[in-house]
């Protein structure tokens, strides 16, 4: 005869285990109690949802508030870029015998101080070269003129264009090939 195996479930002398003691099932709650579970399942859930509606009407007054300081303050950095281009031409308006020469280096000066505010700002000229495709998203033809090259060309720009963040803010004005 082997030795007994070490079962937890087997006591030391190999004897079989004792069977739990049964209860008895609990009895069924009372419909008082059930409604009392109720009710307060009904009170927590609607304090979550109360919570969750003003934790959204919180989130929605901060959107709102933002959505709002942005459009209030988009300009900025723009206004930013220009004020270097305002103080050259108020220092150009304070000389009072400058000559012609410096009035020129002076509004070149000015003029590249502009273009490199504008261009900081991401907004780009629209200057097509003669020959370019006529397109009436970004071009305005004034007049269909004569030409040598294929209809529906550029000719000529008469005032340039400007584009911001791939939007047209003033289209170029140019006159354009009339068909032969």
Do not use: C
Not at 25 to 35: D, F, I, M, V
Not at 115 to 122: D, H, I, S
């Amino acid at each position: 005869m082997s030795a007994p195996e070490n079962n937890p479930d087997t006591p030391a002398n190999g004897a079989a285990p004792e069977a739990a003691p049964q209860t008895d099932p609990a009895p069924p709650p009372t419909p008082e109690a059930q409604l009392a579970e109720a009710q307060a399942r009904a009170a927590e859930l609607n304090d979550a949802w109360l919570r969750a509606k003003a934790e959204t009407e919180n989130m929605r007054r901060r959107a709102d508030d933002e959505v709002a300081k942005a459009r209030k303050f988009a300009i900025d950095g723009f206004a930013d870029s220009l004020l270097p281009v305002m103080d050259s031409l108020q220092a150009a308006v304070a000389i009072p015998n400058a000559t012609p020469e410096q009035m020129r280096e002076g509004m070149q000066a000015t003029l590249r101080q502009l273009a490199a505010a504008l261009e900081r700002n991401k907004v780009v000229e629209i200057a097509p070269p003669a020959g370019t495709r006529f397109d009436p998203h970004q071009h305005q033809a004034i007049s269909m003129v004569a030409a040598e090259q294929e209809a529906n060309t550029v000719v000529a720009v008469l005032q340039k264009g400007y584009l911001i963040a791939d939007r047209v803010l003033r289209p170029a004005l140019v006159t354009v090939a009339a068909p032969k």
